[in-house]
DNA sequence: ACTCTTTGACCATTT
DNA sequence: CAAATGGTCAAAGAG
């Protein structure tokens, strides 16, 4: 028979509404490129990368069974404005401060560790597209205090803030 | 037709 | 050097 083609259509995979499923997102977009099991928790880590034409920012989600997030970090700055989801547009000045990649010593900015039940609120309140860049800061305040992250039980509550 | 998620394998790094 | 862990890429599937 000539014809062959078919399409051959069968599983099911959940999505909702892609591109539009605000749960945490900061205001970018992210495309998924790989997840992994960490030793030590059950947790499956998800890898993310900012969809962006030059956009070194990388982020890495790790989820726990009961759907919180264990442990959220961003790797990376943006080097380009928020895009407009659905959002206000507000004027914003759009002063489109695109600076050119290169921030100096720009160079994998280091991991940014938290205590446990520290507010991880950087940049939590997508609003507005104010670009907000950080350049390299290096918070390293030297300031470990006990916990140095070991295997201690999480006292994270479950809701604590809106994520 | 395009875009995005998912999964496995492979690579990089550390001990 | 090898094993272990983590990290990234790529192909397929699904909408």
Not at 61 to 69: K, P, Y
Not at 156 to 161: F, L
């Amino acid at each position: 028979m000539q014809n062959n083609n078919d399409q051959n259509n069968s599983g099911n995979q959940y999505n909702q509404s892609i591109r539009e499923q605000k749960r945490s997102d900061d205001g970018y977009n992210w495309r998924k490129y790989g997840q992994k099991q960490v030793k030590g928790s059950e947790n499956p880590r998800s890898y993310y990368k900012c969809t962006y034409p030059n956009c070194p920012t990388k982020k890495k989600v790790e989820r726990s069974l009961d759907g919180q997030i264990t442990e959220i970090v961003y790797k990376g700055n943006h080097n380009h404005p928020k895009p407009q989801s659905t959002r206000r547009s507000s004027s914003s000045t759009a002063s489109s401060a695109i600076q050119s990649y290169n921030t100096q010593t720009n160079e994998i900015p280091d991991h940014q560790s938290y205590g446990s039940n520290g507010q991880m609120d950087s940049v939590a309140t997508p609003e507005n597209s104010s670009i907000s860049f950080g350049d390299d800061d290096h918070e390293h305040t030297s300031q470990k205090s006990s916990r140095s992250r070991g295997d201690d039980l999480d006292e994270e509550e479950p809701d604590s803030k809106r994520w």
